[in-house]
Structures are given as structure tokens and as C-alpha cells.
């Protein structure tokens, strides 16, 4: 291979992850005519398949997994989670066909959604109250940044070594990382060997009557009992219309720049990092700020509703910008930026609101089914937009998102009353 293959290949295989923004190694390797459509014989409807199939079980991950890790802690969940994870995207590298694809983007697709429920709950018991939107800031910050590192990472590996060779390696990294979680992860904060008395006394006087009170043999809540306390919509209802905001920029946003503005892929990879930028520091922004009104007024409440509110505001005028200003590419860029960055800066209170009304044994599985409704939203959001756009442009989607801030935000401050433990 001369360099100017390699030099085309390895523009193409950035292509293909920009367009998708996933740290999943086969959104990037996924189109090419050289790579896994060639070599698998696969149709642009095969792709259409083995994606919406991976979203299905994405969604469907996240509930189960929320309930698993209830069941069986997180130091066991995160093994079980990131272990099937890491052995499904290294058995990728053995498919022949559609059959095995689909397959094992199912297995990855579910155990891959473990994450986010099982970060919800590993925060719930390592931190006190005001410091968990912080602490799930800095996690959602970590996935802004892979959003930016990765798709490079993965597409280099492509180019030096093929397809098959980076499953192998990228799966490898995720069974590697069990090793350390295991080490370091030796029990919870009550049983810790590592941790001292002070610091022990800190995170449970931090926390609520009823994690203080958990046992091992407390039982965690069924869903429908979950759902019987009106504060478990917020999180639902909440997710449902917030949801899309994110991954309406994170999947749509450079074929955006090369439909309107008319971008190639360097100009593409020129800016669309910059937007992941604005979500890593409004994760931690976010956190912060809810921390520091929760500790100066005493009041969750008022931490979180301050700071999901100034996200949705952010999000908010942000979002009509596009429809109003947003007119040329560096203008539009600038503007999402701020969108990104208020997203992150609510949304990592959101995800910690699951938390803040349950204790330990019941966090994960309200965390997950709200995960669920989410991803189920940008499903139905992902079918919609491409008849919009052909009928129509992208403002009506534009507009429409704008509409589900208010949605989402309202729905928390109309279903949690006042946020707090509902577990007297």
C-alpha cells in the first residue's frame, strides 16, 4: 500500500466516524467500499439493519442492566457489563456474514448500556449528595472527550492493521480494564480496607436516611413500585424530551455541515470537535454549580432545579439561534458550542435525580429505565429526520427540539415537587 492509499483510507475511515460520533469502532470502519461492507459482502440496508438492531438493544440494555446492577452491586455489574462488552467487540473480528454481525452488535448493543446506569449508581454510593452531579459531570465529561480522541484512535488502527485487528485490540482494552475496577474496586465505602474513618463518616453522613439505614439485605424496589411515586416521572418524562437534544447534534451534525455548507471531511474534522468541548466543560460546570447551591442553601431541591434550569435556558436560546442566526458554518458551530454545553451542564443533575429519591438498591433500576425512554426517543427522533429534512430542512427539526427543552424541563419541575429522598 503506497502512501497515498493510505492516505485515502485513512480520510475515509475518519469519514465514516464523524458521521456517526460513536466510540463504537463499527460506526467507523462501517462504509467504505474497501473495508467490512466489501469484505461481508453488506448492503446499505444490511447497515440500516445491524444499526437500528443495535439501538433496540441499546435501549433494552439499559433497563436491564439498571435492575442487574441492583441485583448484584456494581463492582459485579461493571464486570459483567464491560466484560461482555469487551469480548463481543473482540469477537467481531471473527463474523463471516450479516448473521454474526447482527449478533454481536445485539451482545454490545446491551451490555454496552450498562455504563451509564451502573455510573448513576457507583456515584450514589461513593459520594455524598451534593457532590454526585459533579461526580456524574466528570464521567459524562470522559465521553465528550473519547467522542473527540477515539474515531482518530480507531481509524488509525484501521489503516495499519485492518478491520478485524482493531475489534481485537479495541475489545482487548475493555477486558483489560476489568483487571484494575477489580483491584481498586474492593468493596463499597462501609467496607472499604483503603478508606479511613474520616473519609467513611464524610460520604454517609453525606448521603440519605436510607442509604445510610441500606443493609446488604435490603431489597431494592420493583419497577412498578418505582413508578408508583410521581417524583419517578420526572426522570422518565424528563429523559424522553432531553434526550434527542444530544444526540440530534451528536449523529446528524456533520452530515448537517456537509449537506448545507456544503463541507469535506477535513473542514468537517476541522470543527466538529470544538462542540465536545463546550459538553466537557459543562459537565463539570454543571456539577459544580448544583454542588455549591446544595451546600451554601441545604436544599437538593434547589441545587438541582437551579441548575437544570440554566441548562435548559442555555439549550433553549441556543437552539433558536440556529433557526435565526446560525447562518454561516463557523456561526452554527459556535452556536451548538453552547448547546452541548448546557445539555451537559443539566443533564448531569438529571441523571443524578434517580439517586437522590431512592437508595442504593433501587438507583440503578430507575436510572436505566429512564436511560430506556431516552434512547427510545432518539430512536423515533433517528426515523423522523431524514423524511423532514427530504420534505422539507432542517429548521422544522430545529424547532422542534427547541419545543422539548421546556417539555423536558417542566416535566421535572412538575413531577418532582420537591426534590428529596421519597424513602421516609
Same mark, same amino acid.
Given at each position: ?32 467500499? /474497501? ?56 469477537? /467481531? ?98 467496607? /472499604? ?18 442509604? #445510610? ?137 438529571? #441523571? ?73
Amino acid at each position: 500500500m503506497d502512501q497515498d492509499d493510505a492516505a485515502k483510507q485513512l480520510v475515509a475511515a475518519i469519514k465514516n466516524s464523524v458521521i456517526t460520533q460513536k466510540i463504537n469502532v463499527f460506526e467507523v470502519l462501517r462504509v467504505e467500499e /474497501h473495508s467490512i461492507s466489501r469484505d461481508l459482502g453488506l448492503t446499505k440496508k444490511d447497515y440500516a439493519f445491524i444499526l437500528n438492531i443495535f439501538m433496540v438493544f441499546y435501549a433494552l440494555g439499559q433497563l436491564f442492566s439498571g435492575k442487574l446492577f441492583d441485583k448484584v452491586g456494581t463492582r459485579i455489574g461493571y464486570v459483567l457489563s464491560i466484560g461482555i462488552w469487551g469480548l463481543s467487540s473482540l469477537l /467481531h473480528s471473527t463474523v463471516r456474514g450479516l448473521g454474526g454481525l447482527l449478533f454481536f452488535r445485539s451482545t454490545l448493543g446491551i451490555s454496552e448500556a450498562g455504563n451509564w446506569p451502573g455510573a448513576v449508581k457507583s456515584n450514589a454510593e461513593w459520594f455524598p449528595i451534593k457532590e454526585r452531579a459533579i461526580a456524574q459531570g466528570l464521567f459524562n465529561a470522559g465521553a465528550s472527550i473519547g467522542s473527540v480522541i477515539a474515531p482518530l484512535l480507531i481509524a488509525t488502527l484501521f489503516v495499519a492493521y485492518g478491520w478485524r485487528t482493531t475489534f481485537i485490540v479495541v475489545g482487548s482494552f475493555g477486558l483489560l480494564w476489568i483487571i484494575p475496577w477489580l483491584l481498586i474496586n474492593k468493596a463499597g465505602p462501609k467496607k /472499604h480496607p483503603w478508606i479511613t474513618k474520616e473519609e467513611q463518616k464524610y460520604i454517609t453522613e453525606g448521603q440519605s436516611l436510607a442509604d #445510610q439505614n441500606a443493609t446488604e439485605e435490603t431489597k431494592g424496589k420493583s419497577l412498578k413500585e418505582i413508578l408508583s411515586f410521581k417524583e419517578s416521572w420526572s426522570v422518565v418524562v424528563g429523559r424522553f424530551f432531553l434526550e434527542p437534544i444530544w444526540w440530534l447534534f451528536v449523529g446528524w451534525m456533520p452530515i448537517y455541515l456537509f449537506d448545507v455548507y456544503g463541507f469535506n471531511v477535513k473542514e468537517v474534522g476541522m470543527f466538529l470537535w470544538v462542540p465536545y468541548v463546550g459538553a466537557a466543560i459543562g459537565s463539570i460546570a454543571g456539577g459544580f454549580v448544583s454542588g455549591k447551591i446544595i451546600a451554601k442553601t441545604n436544599s437538593i431541591d434547589k441545587g438541582r432545579k437551579t441548575t437544570i434550569f440554566i441548562g435548559g435556558i442555555i439549550m433553549l436560546l441556543g437552539l433558536i439561534a440556529t433557526v435565526l442566526i446560525g447562518d454561516t458554518a463557523e456561526k452554527f458551530v459556535a452556536i451548538v458550542f453552547f448547546v452541548l454545553f448546557g445539555f451537559q451542564f443539566a443533564i448531569s443533575n438529571v #441523571q443524578t435525580l434517580p439517586s437522590d429519591f431512592f437508595s442504593g438498591k433501587s438507583v440503578g433500576s430507575l436510572a436505566g429505565l429512564g436511560g430506556m425512554i431516552g434512547v427510545s426517543s432518539v430512536i423515533i427522533m433517528n426515523f423522523l429526520v431524514p423524511i423532514v429534512v427530504e420534505k422539507f430542512s432542517y429548521t422544522p427539526v430545529f424547532v422542534a427540539i427547541a419545543v422539548f427543552v421546556p417539555l423536558g424541563v417542566g416535566a421535572i419541575y412538575y413531577f418532582a415537587r420537591n426534590i428529596e429522598s421519597v424513602e421516609k
